[in-house]
């Protein structure tokens, strides 16, 4: 049986089991003032605070979101800095204190898991809490079998479970120990939407009782806006952006940020006016390409960087007449490939863009290479960035 065809209990039952376990610690804040320096030039540093709940950090290869995760956990020593989970210091290099991983009490989930092969479910849970009483231990693992629908698969082992019932062992695994923090590294990377979204649900549901803040690392936008309350954008070792998912990815500042917000269009753009009356700007991408865009700080003559969403861009067959969209770019169809329920059309403007349409309107339009077509992009549409 797969994760996703467990039987669903009632919310009552969920919050029961949840709250038999919970802390009794009030919820406290990770707090992070982190340096850490590496060969090559890259530099780890972090100074933020964390609340209790669901936190993603979010930012290309690179960016140290692991090592930072490592630092928490007490597998990576900083150079200099302070980290403490309210009152409890785990890391503070003026006082000389820095905790080893087993006295910081962290919960961390891998990307592989790390599951004992050789021991069952239940076994891989018990082993965070081999030290306790055997009637404790019992009821510990107990209650978070039954919070992360798992119960019926105490006895087998990980070659025995789909890869979503993997990942709640794994999770529940982290969560028995009642940890100050939860550390997740892309845990769910492998998972389809709905087995993703149902363990979600269920850590939620756990968190709600116990208020710690988690930590949860990923490269996918679709994650960012489904399971954080709140994101943190991490480039080159430092934080560029902080607030919820919305505030973070819809209008970002820098490019590789957009890139990974999924901004399929990024574009040189050149200031040609400066259309103060109506808070936009006038610039020119390609060789003659007039696009407006909102008005920011930028002289007349100074290239930009302007990020246009595929899913934002309308396709027609005709010259629109009467819209209140300003920007109408004349071109020809270079290619039209599906995607799963979405297609994308490639469109020549002098510059190539992409936009994204659906099954229906391909079939209505009738797109194929070569035809003329007209994009129509609203200013509020463009977003204009750093490199």
Same mark, same amino acid.
């Given at each position: 049986?797969?994760?996703?065809?467990?039987?669903?209990?009632?919310?009552?039952?969920?919050?029961?089991?949840?709250?038999?376990?919970?802390?009794?610690?009030?919820?406290?804040?990770?707090?992070?003032?982190?340096?850490?320096?590496?060969?090559?030039?890259?530099?780890?540093?972090?100074?933020?605070?964390?609340?209790?709940?669901? *936190?993603?950090?979010?930012?290309?290869?690179?960016?140290?979101?692991?090592?930072?995760?490592?630092?928490?956990?007490?597998?990576?020593?900083?150079?200099?800095?302070?980290?403490?989970?309210?009152?409890?210091?785990?890391?503070?290099?003026?006082?000389?204190?820095?905790?080893?991983?087993?006295?910081?009490?962290?919960?961390?989930?891998?990307?592989?898991?790390?599951?004992?092969?050789?021991?069952?479910? @239940?076994?891989?849970?018990?082993?965070?809490?081999?030290?306790?009483?055997?009637?404790?231990?019992?009821?510990?693992?107990?209650?978070?079998?039954?919070?992360?629908?798992?119960?019926?698969?105490?006895?087998?082992?990980?070659?025995?479970?789909?890869?979503?019932?993997?990942?709640?062992?794994?999770?529940?695994?982290?969560?028995?120990?009642?940890?100050?923090?939860?550390?997740?590294?892309?845990?769910?990377?492998?998972?389809?939407?709905?087995?993703?979204?149902?363990?979600?649900?269920?850590?939620? @549901?756990?968190?709600?009782?116990?208020?710690?803040?988690?930590?949860?690392?990923?490269?996918?936008?679709?994650?960012?806006?489904?399971?954080?309350?709140?994101?943190?954008?991490?480039?080159?070792?430092?934080?560029?952006?902080?607030?919820?998912?919305?505030?973070?990815?819809?209008?970002?500042?820098?490019? *590789?940020?957009?890139?990974?917000?999924?901004?399929?269009?990024?574009?040189?753009?050149?200031?040609? *006016?400066?259309?103060?009356?109506?808070?936009?700007?006038?610039?020119?991408?390609?060789?003659?390409?007039?696009?407006?865009?909102?008005?920011?700080?930028?002289?007349?003559?100074?290239?930009?960087?302007?990020?246009?969403?595929?899913?934002?861009?309308?396709?027609?067959?005709?010259?629109?007449?009467?819209?209140?969209?300003?920007?109408?770019?004349?071109?020809?169809?270079?290619?039209?490939?599906?995607?799963?329920?979405?297609?994308?059309?490639?469109?020549?403007?002098?510059?190539?863009?992409?936009?994204?349409?659906?099954?229906?309107?391909?079939?209505?339009?009738?797109?194929?290479?070569?035809?003329?077509?007209?994009?129509?992009?609203?200013?509020?549409?463009?977003?204009?960035?750093?490199?």
């Amino acid at each position: 049986m797969s994760a996703s065809e467990l039987p669903v209990r009632s919310p009552e039952v969920k919050s029961q089991a949840a709250k038999s376990d919970a802390q009794t610690l009030p919820a406290q804040p990770l707090n992070l003032n982190v340096r850490k320096a590496f060969a090559g030039g890259f530099a780890l540093d972090v100074n933020v605070s964390i609340a209790p709940g669901i *936190t993603i950090l979010f930012g290309p290869s690179g960016a140290g979101k692991t090592t930072l995760l490592d630092c928490i956990a007490g597998l990576t020593t900083p150079d200099a800095g302070r980290i403490a989970v309210g009152e409890k210091i785990f890391f503070d290099q003026a006082h000389a204190i820095n905790l080893s991983p087993q006295k910081r009490n962290t919960g961390y989930v891998f990307q592989d898991l790390a599951l004992f092969p050789h021991f069952s479910a @239940e076994q891989n849970i018990e082993f965070g809490i081999s030290q306790l009483p055997a009637d404790e231990r019992r009821e510990k693992v107990r209650a978070i079998l039954e919070s992360f629908r798992i119960g019926p698969l105490s006895s087998r082992k990980p070659q025995e479970l789909s890869g979503g019932e993997k990942q709640r062992v794994a999770v529940a695994r982290a969560l028995v120990t009642n940890p100050r923090v939860l550390l997740l590294d892309e845990p769910l990377a492998a998972l389809d939407a709905a087995t993703k979204s149902k363990i979600i649900e269920d850590l939620r @549901e756990w968190n709600n009782a116990h208020q710690i803040p988690i930590v949860y690392v990923t490269h996918s936008r679709e994650e960012v806006f489904a399971l954080g309350e709140r994101a943190l954008i991490l480039e080159n070792g430092k934080i560029t952006a902080q607030g919820t998912p919305h505030e973070v990815l819809s209008a970002p500042r820098r490019e *590789t940020v957009a890139q990974l917000a999924g901004f399929e269009n990024i574009l040189d753009a050149t200031v040609l *006016t400066l259309n103060e009356d109506r808070g936009t700007m006038t610039c020119q991408i390609g060789a003659s390409i007039l696009l407006e865009t909102p008005l920011v700080r930028a002289a007349i003559g100074e290239t930009l960087r302007v990020g246009i969403r595929a899913g934002d861009i309308l396709i027609s067959t005709i010259l629109p007449m009467g819209l209140s969209a300003r920007n109408i770019l004349p071109g020809d169809v270079v290619s039209v490939e599906r995607r799963d329920m979405i297609v994308a059309a490639k469109v020549n403007c002098g510059v190539e863009m992409e936009a994204h349409l659906t099954l229906a309107a391909r079939d209505s339009l009738a797109l194929e290479p070569g035809r003329e077509v007209w994009l129509v992009v609203k200013t509020h549409s463009c977003h204009l960035m750093q490199g």
